[in-house]
C-alpha cells in the first residue's frame, strides 16, 4: 500500500502534474517551496537513475562473453531494487506526517542510486591494473541542497 501511494504521489507530482509541465522550469539553486524542492529533487534523481542505467547497460555488455557473471550482476540489481524501494519506504514512513515525505524518500532514492552506480562502476567496469576504466568514475554528488 505504501510502496503504490507513493509511487501514486511522486508520479502525479513530479511528472503528471498539469501545473508543473506549464510553468516555466524552477531554477533548483533559487528553489523555495516544497513543489519547487520537490521537482528539484526529483530531477536529481531522474539524472541518477539515467547514469544507473548506463553503467548498468555498459557492464552487461563488457561482460557479455560471461553469461553466469551477466545473470549474477541481474539478479544483484532486481534484489537491489528491492532494497532500494524497502529502505526508501521507511523513510518515507518515517516523514509521514509531514511535507518533508516525499522529499526524504527521493533523496534516499538519489543516494542508494548513486552508490549503487558506483559499486557497479568499481566491481564490473574497471581492472586492476592501469587499464583505463570502461567509462568514467561516478560521482557522489551531495544532495542535500535541494
Known amino acids: 500500500m505504501l510502496v503504490s501511494t507513493f509511487a501514486l504521489f ?4 513530479f511528472a503528471n502534474d498539469a501545473r508543473l509541465n506549464h510553468t516555466k522550469a524552477v531554477d533548483c539553486d533559487q528553489a523555495y517551496s516544497t513543489i519547487e524542492i520537490n521537482e528539484c529533487a526529483a530531477l536529481t534523481l531522474a539524472k541518477a537513475q539515467a547514469q544507473l542505467t548506463e553503467y548498468l547497460a555498459a557492464s552487461l555488455t563488457h561482460n557479455a562473453d560471461d553469461t553466469e557473471l551477466v545473470a549474477a550482476i541481474n539478479t544483484a540489481q532486481q534484489t537491489w531494487q528491492q532494497y532500494m524501494t524497502a529502505q526508501c519506504d521507511a523513510i518515507y514512513t518515517q516523514w509521514r506526517d509531514g511535507s518533508l515525505r516525499g522529499l526524504m524518500a527521493l533523496r534516499c532514492k538519489t543516494k542508494l542510486t548513486q552508490l549503487r552506480t558506483h559499486e ?6 574497471t581492472y586492476m591494473d592501469s587499464t583505463p576504466p570502461v567509462l568514467p568514475e561516478p560521482t557522489l554528488t551531495t544532495i542535500n541542497n535541494q
Open 10 to 13: 511522486t508520479s502525479s507530482v
Open 120 to 125: 557497479i562502476w568499481e566491481n564490473w567496469l
